[in-house]
């Protein structure tokens, strides 16, 4: 018999933003159960080069990737229980402009035991609002 995987720093709330072009439209998905990490990171090269990293943890028992939410690069994730947010505001809509806010650069699925266990996902960001890839958009 195997234990059954514990998420005891998984007890915060967090909002997903999917926009879709298409249908000009964003979806907001509130989760709760899930571990939200806000950081600041350092890139050392010519010159020093500093913004903000985040790490999320979704586990599976919270809420299934896929099924219940949705989630991919240039997707925002809001500390805590955010607002509606309309297609047309969605541009503005970005971590330089709102405390909480991160913008999604990766999102890792990960298994355990051939079983989906939980959803990784993280960026990182300047202060204008860009990383190592843009998420300004």
Not at 87 to 106: H, I, M, N, S, T
Request: proline share 6%.
């Amino acid at each position: 018999m195997r234990a059954e995987l514990r998420w005891p720093l998984c007890c915060q709330t967090v909002t997903l933003y999917h926009a879709d072009p298409a249908a000009q439209s964003v979806t907001r998905t509130v989760v709760t159960g899930a571990y939200l990490d806000h950081r600041r990171r350092e890139v050392m090269d010519t010159a020093a080069q500093a913004g903000t990293a985040f790490l999320l943890i979704i586990p599976e028992a919270s809420a299934r990737w896929g099924k219940d939410y949705t989630l991919s690069p240039h997707d925002r994730v809001y500390d805590g229980e955010g607002p509606a947010v309309s297609y047309e505001q969605w541009p503005d809509f970005l971590p330089a402009r709102v405390a909480g806010l991160a913008a999604v650069q990766y999102v890792d699925p990960k298994r355990l035991h051939g079983a989906a266990s939980h959803v990784e996902a993280g960026g990182w960001w300047t202060h204008a609002g860009s990383g190592a890839h843009s998420l300004t958009n």
